[in-house]
């Protein structure tokens, strides 16, 4: 599987983005994905994730009710809806998928054996 996340970009406070990961190749599997985020000087954390269906979703206590996950598996692509940016959003974000058949969510980076190139988030005013 390999991944091409897009979208990131220099904003203000309060702004709004959307990235998005389009996945090619092996696809076929139930795949889990992710977004994860890894600011300067900091480890790389889960921020959101979603099950192949959609139907069950995790999001990290720094952006719930802010930031929300969807995916169309037509298009074979993530999104990362974020709302009410804030200048400790900023960070390199990468979407990442795990092995096909892997039960639950998975919340580390560990879980996650694909990893897309990462795409930078810039808040700031």
């Known amino acids: 599987v390999q991944l091409q996340a897009s979208g990131g970009g220099l904003v203000q406070p309060g702004d709004s983005l959307r990235l998005s990961c389009v996945a090619s190749?092996?696809?076929?599997?139930?795949?889990?994905m992710g977004w994860f985020r890894q600011a300067p000087g900091k480890e790389r954390v889960l921020i959101a994730a979603i099950s192949w269906t959609g139907g069950n979703t995790y999001y990290a206590d720094s952006v719930k009710g802010r930031v929300t996950i969807s995916r169309d598996n037509a298009r074979n692509t993530v999104y990362l809806q974020m709302n009410s940016l804030k200048p400790e959003d900023t960070a390199v974000y990468y979407c990442?998928?795990?092995?096909?058949?892997?039960?639950?969510?998975?919340?580390?980076?560990?879980?996650?054996?694909?990893w897309g190139q990462g795409t930078q988030v810039t808040v700031s005013s």
């Open positions: 990442a998928a795990r092995s096909p058949g892997s039960v639950g969510l998975g919340t580390r980076d560990t879980h996650y054996s694909h």
């Open positions: 190749g092996r696809t076929s599997g139930r795949i889990v």
